[in-house]
């Protein structure tokens, strides 16, 4: 398989534990999205590394007991070829557990 290629992109998070059960988090991080593979594709006098993405996260966890609650947030931006904007997104998971006892 060939190289992709690299680039710089760095990625920053951040988590805080209010109390035992509970953390929320976010993270960020933002560069190029495509490979060098591309390039032949793109519009004249543009790289693969002219287009990048931005995604802005946040998460959320909670346990107490047997009640278990994990959810995130995450927004994104693209630079899209032939696109005179950016092209954004939303995304987003939650679940809710609860375990029964006594289990079989």
Known sequence: MPDPGSDFRPALGLGVTLFTGLRFGASYTEGPY????????LPPGAGWKDFDQRLLGFDVQFSRGYLELN??????????????????????????????????
């Open 71 to 104: 959810g995130e947030l995450f927004f994104s931006e693209y630079d899209v070829p032939t696109f005179s904007k950016s092209v954004d997104g939303t995304a987003y998971y939650l679940e809710l557990k609860y375990t029964w006892t006594p289990r079989f």
């Open 34 to 41: 495509l490979n060098r593979h591309l390039d032949e594709f």
